[in-house]
């Protein structure tokens, strides 16, 4: 198998792993999008008013994966999550701060997402039960 298929792979498997626990997290199957290698786009975006990019790596993390996220997440007017993880590591969550104080209606006019955090898996499950609860209300 060359390199960029083993990368390729070891991207999928992290998605459906990621994937697998936050569908634990919400109670709710949450599923990769499969057509982001031919079509673009973010990894998944069935969790409302999110779109989700999925990394595994081992070098740290990468400016460059947010900047990613950021766009993807534009594009769908979403908010951007980027879920990201090193071997024997936990998953780490980076969300931009508006996304945790604001209905999913208002992102249009803070597509700068400079300010961010990062947080773990469950707590960024807390956040979108929270707002899928605050929107129905």
Known sequence: MNTGAMKRRKGQVGEREFFRLLSDELGTCVRRNID???????????????????KRHEAGFRQAWWEQACEQAAEAQKWPAL?????RQPWRVRIALESSLKSFTDYADLMTFDIWMEIDLATFAMIV????????N
Do not use: H, K, L, T
Not at 83 to 87: D, E, K, L, N
């Open 129 to 136: 039960r929270e707002m899928r609860e605050r929107n129905r």
């Open 83 to 87: 879920a990201y993880r090193a071997s």
């Open 36 to 54: 982001q290698a031919r079509n673009g786009g973010a990894d998944c975006v069935e969790v409302p008013g999110w779109a989700i990019e999925v």
